[in-house]
């Protein structure tokens, strides 16, 4: 149980296109998902929390025109990273939360972005 | 502010055990918790421990928290050539705004033959 999914695992982009990236919840829902971000060798920064059928909440520095997120339902959490550009490449991971109780995360495998 | 440290690497030989250390300053922290990463992998849930516990077992792994010193451990014992990996300690906050996890840098387990 708590298998999250993330879509695609590794896309290349050119500068200014936008790349969307999914995140579901395959056996449980999620009334939260999270989306971090990694740098190589370093840890996860939050960008923002996606609450399902309300605004995300992004983290101080993170531009919410430029990640765009939609929590639509209780299974599916989509980040679009808009006009990306190089300094966009990183490893995004998500996250979801099961609805019950503790604050108990489960991560997707990650999607590499690499912007040309 | 919130901050979680731990030594980026730790060597040990097959078959010994393997303590991974981790401290961290908000008092206020209601989870802690363990994930390993495998190279080019997402984060796997290893184990958590709620602030009111001093420990938590769970087959080869042992977790330590101490409130008092804000100071939290894995224990895997038997180390074995598939537990290398990164190691992240993460903690969890109820206050403020969301309930994202804040991450410590990762911990680089390193097994030798």
């Known amino acids: 149980g708590a298998v999250v999914s993330q879509h695609p695992s590794w896309v290349i982009c050119k500068s200014g296109t936008s790349v969307k990236i999914e995140c579901r919840s395959l056996d449980f829902q999620a009334t939260t998902m999270f989306w971090y971000r990694q740098f190589p060798k370093q840890s996860l920064m939050l960008m923002a929390t996606?609450?399902?059928?309300?605004?995300?909440?992004?983290e101080q520095g993170v531009e919410k025109d430029k990640f765009l997120i939609n929590h639509a339902s209780l299974t599916l959490s989509t980040l679009t990273v808009t006009s990306a550009h190089p300094e966009d490449s990183s490893f995004y991971i998500c996250?979801?939360?099961?609805?019950?109780?503790?604050?108990?995360?489960?991560f997707g495998a990650g999607t590499r972005l690499s912007v040309l | 502010g919130e901050d979680v440290e731990q030594s980026l690497f730790l060597s040990v030989r097959e078959g010994d055990s393997s303590v991974i250390n981790c401290t961290y300053t908000d008092s206020s922290s209601t989870y802690l918790y363990w994930y390993k990463q495998e190279p080019g992998a997402g984060l796997q849930l290893l184990t958590y421990i709620f602030s009111n516990m001093d420990m938590k077992q769970d087959q080869r792994l042992t977790v330590l928290l101490n409130k008092k010193d804000k100071h939290l451990s894995l224990r895997i014992a038997d180390t074995q050539t598939g537990d290398s990996a990164i190691y992240f300690c993460?903690?969890?906050?109820?206050?403020?705004?969301?309930?994202?996890?804040?991450f410590g840098k990762g911990t680089h387990l390193i097994i030798q033959p």
């Open positions: 996250s979801a939360r099961d609805r019950v109780g503790k604050n108990i995360q489960y």
């Open positions: 993460a903690e969890s906050n109820p206050g403020g705004g969301a309930d994202g996890l804040t």
């Open positions: 996606s609450n399902e059928g309300s605004k995300a909440t992004y």
